[in-house]
């Protein structure tokens, strides 16, 4: 599948995205493609750059561009202002001129990290998104959306700041460690859930298949979800209508990853319990019969995702919250289900059904 599944038209940017299996060999092409120039520097994690780094460099190299790397430390410690500064400092030593091109080689750290230099150096720089985990490939690389974080929250300094390509290679996702892989289901699982109940059929249909890898399926199911993302991008590019049911059981999955320091979860993993909470929030509201709650957690669990967890402390989960992104007018936007592939936003959850549903997550 060598040709754009989708595409991302906002206002002012459109840009394509690639997925298929053994895409990074034509990076190169792609970004010329995409009237691209000047030097690539690529930006990538020392697990990732090891695996990876020597091929996507000689990708961009056979297409005429020179070639700078630089590799960080792997995971989301490294999601900070001062990460920020190394790399502005690196590329500041190496005299990024302003055509020059960021590109993001990696999973969705690397991908936020990157994406928000290249939107804040020389005031923007053109950015290349190449997604290397499967959260990365269905929602972290599509829609512009870069930041790092801040001790008292997650992603709360960043920018709008839309890629120029996505080329998502989903033979990368083979080298991936099995709890990422596993973990970046959930994305997947949530596009189906909010937006289209046939991705959700095919998931349910083909579970082992996707997780064994099996080439068609898991090209299939990255291509769709990917659409939809893009879909939503397309129609609300910086989250003040649409887009915010993107954040289907990330409210709580904010609030436990910023409990945890980032330490504990992974990002699917905090979204599957999330998602969790959410839905037994829409039941409880009178929005969904119990039966969807468990058709949900019963596809969660097939995928080798986690619904609940322990030893997390509720209050600073909820306080994690208050300071979420999502909160307006000091009230907590809730994006729940009204039914399969129907989602909705929602302002008058109560503060006790919240944290009696967190503290039952928390103590299953």
């Given at each position: ?96 001129e302003r055509d020059d091109v960021i590109v993001a080689l990696g999973g969705g750290v690397v991908g936020d990290l990157a994406g928000f230099v290249a939107a804040t150096m020389l005031r923007g720089l053109p950015l290349v998104q190449v997604p290397t985990s499967l959260v990365a490939m269905v929602d972290a690389s ?221 103590t299953a």
């Amino acid at each position: 599948m060598n040709d754009a599944v989708c595409e991302v038209r906002t206002a002012t940017e459109s840009y394509p995205i690639f997925a298929g299996w053994g895409l990074l060999g034509e990076l190169g092409k792609k970004m010329r493609r995409a009237g691209l120039g000047g030097r690539a520097n690529i930006i990538s994690d020392e697990a990732v750059f090891s695996i990876y780094g020597a091929r996507a460099a000689k990708a961009v190299k056979e297409a005429g561009f020179a070639v700078a790397s630089l590799s960080l430390p792997p995971g989301e410690p490294s999601k900070t202002i001062e990460t920020a500064i190394r790399v502005y400092d690196w590329l500041a030593e190496h005299r990024v001129e302003r055509d020059d091109v960021i590109v993001a080689l990696g999973g969705g750290v690397v991908g936020d990290l990157a994406g928000f230099v290249a939107a804040t150096m020389l005031r923007g720089l053109p950015l290349v998104q190449v997604p290397t985990s499967l959260v990365a490939m269905v929602d972290a690389s599509i829609g512009g959306k870069v930041a790092v974080n801040h001790p008292q929250g997650k992603n709360i300094i960043g920018a709008f700041y839309q890629p120029r390509l996505v080329l998502a290679d989903v033979e990368t996702l083979t080298t991936l460690p099995q709890r990422e892989f596993i973990s970046g289901w959930s994305e997947v699982i949530k596009h189906g859930l909010i937006l289209d109940p046939q991705l959700t059929q095919f998931l349910e249909g083909h579970a082992e298949q996707l997780i064994g890898l099996e080439p068609e399926d898991v090209t299939r199911a990255v291509a769709r979800s990917a659409a939809i993302k893009a879909q939503v991008v397309t129609e609300d590019e910086k989250e003040r209508g649409r887009r915010i049911i993107l954040n289907y059981g990330h409210t709580i999955a904010h609030g436990l990853e910023t409990a945890t320091h980032y330490q504990r979860f992974l990002h699917g993993e905090a979204i599957a319990i999330g998602m969790t909470g959410a839905a037994l929030i829409s039941h409880r509201l009178g929005l969904v019969p119990e039966e969807l709650v468990e058709r949900q957690q019963a596809l969660l669990r097939r995928f080798g995702l986690p619904t609940a967890c322990s030893d997390v402390e509720v209050e600073a989960v909820l306080r994690a919250m208050e300071l979420d992104k999502k909160v307006r007018g000091q009230a907590v936007r809730w994006v729940l289900l009204a039914g399969l592939g129907k989602a909705v936003i929602r302002h008058d959850v109560p503060p006790e059904m919240a944290r009696t549903v967190i503290e039952e997550l928390i103590t299953a």
